[in-house]
């Protein structure tokens, strides 16, 4: 089936699919099929030369093929997206099952002056777009983003200027960067560099090199900890800045706007009326310098929730409920809290220090077991005060409000997040009280909703029962 406005990618798109193509076929060429030739008496530069002259012209006429058997159009309310070389597929999206229409622009479609669209869907957590359009000029897919948008926008000419509601600085992008807390992620890209090259070097080499660089003392030991530290730090800020550089937010209408990316650029475009919830997150490194990241969760939205759910990356704790009433005041609420009894801080002292008694316990128990160690001493059991402290903090964080139409809810782990819900978008609730609760006179109370990674629940735990009971009934039905 063909439609008389069915539109063609731009031609550089047999490029991108040859180039893609080629890469898909390379480790295959020179893996088992060289191999496999030179084994029977032919030269080597041969065998490659002409194995690599074959893929690319091969993947040349694949590129084109792909190119003059894909189009899209839009028909009776619906996205159509016809392709396949060999076997032909059409795809047809009904306009109001989309959920965004995303724009990316890489650093080899930046090289040509196109970028690649992506429509998502309202699938609930799809874990890649519905179709994508790897090559478009700006102008046909900033059309093509108004027609998927809503008939209301299609047909209106150029697309006037978003109202640009925040940009990020770089200064306060360097900071998000320095305080991003993933070092942790970083210090794992390293070790696994370091694996990689351990399995690539030859063993005696590295040998050499373990023999030629490894610490002989405490002090080098610590010295290189913290060179490892130093640069997983500045490999976390590199992320972050490749991540989050020109960071915008803009508005219109209805839709959200997020343009982000130093290398890769992105364009994201996020129904207001898909959001379930906003999230202000209080990092650890972030809190104490009052800073925060303001997030979303909006129902069946992209594959990356990390980062395509992130309404703006930093921002000072006294201007986000300013942004949130200029950009989503459907969300915007900054109540008093109720807090947990006193009663309840006890518990939650116990519960965070229990698996760290644990811990020291079983240490005391291994090292008392162990013949050639000495004995542990009460070393292990310093672990048990700092994680009380977590437990007083998480009793002083918590708390929970109601505020006109929408549901506070403020919770700590390693983060404090303070969670504004409109109480239309909560999907269940419930009381959870198990025998200790009751004779205490404490409840937890859970509310869910829709996301992008299926429903999510936050719980608050020891409250008051009668205050749980009371959160029960208050969230049933809008105020």
């Known amino acids: 089936m063909s439609s008389e406005n069915a539109r063609r990618l731009h031609p550089v798109a047999v490029l991108f699919e040859a180039v893609q193509i080629t890469r898909h076929w390379l480790g295959v060429l020179l893996g088992g099929g060289v191999a496999a030739l030179a084994s029977n008496g032919l030269p080597v530069h041969v065998v490659v030369a002409a194995g690599v002259a074959l893929l690319i012209s091969g993947s040349a006429v694949w590129g084109v093929l792909y190119w003059r058997t894909t189009s899209y159009w839009i028909a009776e309310g619906s996205f159509v997206l016809h392709r396949g070389v060999l076997s032909r597929k059409q795809r047809t999206i009904p306009l109001e099952r989309i959920q965004s229409v ?11 002056g196109v970028v690649e669209v992506r429509v998502e869907t309202a699938g609930g957590g799809s874990r890649s777009p519905e179709a994508v359009l790897p090559a478009l000029n700006r102008e046909a897919a900033e059309a093509l983003r108004r027609e998927l948008e809503g008939p209301g926008t299609a047909g209106e000419g ?8 925040r940009r ?16 942790g992620i970083a210090l794992s890209l390293i070790g696994a560099a370091w694996q990689a090259a351990d399995n690539f070097l030859p063993q005696d080499l590295t040998l050499r090199l373990a023999e030629r660089f490894a610490p002989h003392s405490a002090v080098g030991w610590a010295s290189l900890a913290l060179a490892a530290g130093l640069l997983a730090w500045l490999l976390s800020i590199g992320g972050t800045v490749l991540a989050y550089a020109g960071f915008t937010l803009s508005r219109e209408g209805g839709m959200l706007h997020i343009r982000r990316g130093l290398l890769e650029r992105n364009e994201a475009t996020l129904p207001v009326s898909r959001i379930q919830a906003v999230r202000i997150v209080e990092g650890v490194l972030r809190q104490p310098l009052g800073l925060v990241t303001l997030r979303v969760e909006s129902a069946g939205y992209g594959k990356d929730a990390g980062v395509s759910t992130t309404l703006f990356p930093l921002l000072p704790r006294t201007r986000a409920h300013e942004l949130l009433l200029a950009v989503v005041p459907e969300f915007a609420a900054d109540p008093v809290l109720h ?6 801080r006890r518990r939650y002292a116990i519960r965070s220090a229990l698996p760290a008694a644990a811990l020291a316990a079983a240490l005391i128990l291994l090292f008392t077991t162990l013949a050639d160690a000495g004995p542990p001493g009460l070393l292990p059991v310093l672990v048990v005060p700092p994680a009380l402290l977590y437990g007083l903090l998480r009793h002083r964080d918590t708390g929970w409000a109601i505020s006109g139409d929408r549901l506070v809810l403020r919770t700590r782990r390693l983060s404090r997040t303070t969670t504004i819900i409109p109480l239309r978008c909560l ?14 006179r404490l409840a937890g109370f859970q509310v869910s909703i829709a996301s992008g990674r299926g429903r999510v629940h936050t719980t608050i735990t020891d409250l008051d029962a009668a205050s749980a009971h009371t959160l029960l009934v208050r969230t049933g039905s809008p105020a």
Not at 102 to 112: E, K, N, S, T
Not at 158 to 165: A, E, G, N, S, V
Request: charged share 20%; hydrophobic share 35%; aromatic share 2%.
């Open 102 to 112: 995303d724009v990316v622009q890489g650093v080899l479609q930046r090289l040509f």
């Open 158 to 165: 150029r697309r006037p200027p978003d109202k640009t509601l």
């Open 168 to 183: 990020l600085s770089t200064g306060d992008l360097l900071l998000a960067g320095a305080t991003s807390g993933q070092i």
């Open 339 to 344: 807090r947990p009894p006193a009663r309840a």
């Open 427 to 440: 999907q269940s609730r419930s009381v959870v009280q198990n025998p200790l609760q009751r004779r205490a």
